[in-house]
């Protein structure tokens, strides 16, 4: 496996149905993200984890509940949903060096497109 | 609150007509500015980072510059297969380490043969 893998890649869930999505770098990074994207809007951050740690929450709905257990994985766990929660979900990563001022780009993975019924 | 605005929503070209796509952004001190291109059903793929005023770069058909307000990304004699949705997104400085970025909704560009 290279670059960023996410699975599942179609996910169709009720609103009671509890359900994880799954991101893994391949890349040695130490930052990862995720994402959503809505019909008609644009990328919206939801989490930042850097080094495992979360640094940033975008004012997401508790029934979005991230997980990092080390810098190559990432979880999004998902409960009691509402349809306008579908969209893609995509998970990215990147190589932050603050301490070096090296900014570098972030590369996504494929995306899960998720249905909420 | 920063913002990135893209345009046109939408842009129709003939094979090998040249154009540019335009990205007007307002952040509170930029880190950089990102172009990627993303495909129908795939994630964005990255093309370009830009950090300062006056920055270009360049791969294959396209070429990306920067101003203080905005970017343009130069698109020369395309092909079809150059045909997908372009998006803009920066990135601001926080102090800290890693950052999200603030995307545009981007352009979707359509290459006719």
């Known amino acids: 496996e290279t670059g960023v893998t996410q699975t599942p890649r179609h996910l169709v869930m009720g609103m009671t149905n509890k359900k994880s999505l799954k991101c893994e770098q391949h890349?040695?990074?130490?930052?990862m993200y995720w994402y959503k994207q809505s019909a008609k809007k644009p990328l919206e951050l939801m989490f930042v984890?850097?080094?495992?740690?979360?640094?940033e929450n975008n004012s997401v709905p508790s029934r979005f509940s991230p997980e990092c257990p080390n810098s190559s994985h990432l979880f999004l766990h998902l409960h009691t949903l509402q349809p306008e929660d579908s969209a893609l979900y995509l998970c990215?990563?990147?190589?932050?060096?603050?301490?070096?001022?090296?900014?570098?780009?972030?590369?996504f993975g494929p995306g899960t497109r998720l249905t909420v019924l | 609150e920063d913002q990135v605005t893209q345009s046109p929503e939408a842009l129709r070209l003939q094979e090998g007509e040249s154009s540019s796509l335009n990205c007007s952004y307002t952040?509170?001190?930029?880190?950089?500015l990102f172009w990627y291109r993303q495909d129908p059903g795939k994630g964005p793929e990255f093309l370009f980072t830009?950090?300062?005023a006056g920055e270009e770069k360049e791969k294959e058909r396209l070429k990306a510059t920067l101003t203080k307000k905005e970017s343009f990304l130069h698109i020369t004699a395309p092909k079809p297969e150059d045909s997908a949705t372009y998006l803009c997104?920066?990135?601001?400085?926080?102090?800290?380490?890693?950052?999200?970025?603030?995307f545009g909704k981007g352009t979707h560009l359509i290459i006719q043969p």
């Open positions: 830009l950090y300062s």
């Open positions: 997104a920066v990135q601001a400085y926080s102090g800290g380490g890693a950052d999200g970025l603030t």
């Open positions: 890349l040695g990074h130490n930052a």
């Open positions: 952040v509170s001190g930029l880190r950089g």
């Open positions: 984890y850097n080094f495992k740690e979360q640094t």
């Open positions: 990215a990563s990147s190589q932050e060096l603050v301490g070096l001022g090296i900014y570098n780009e972030q590369f």
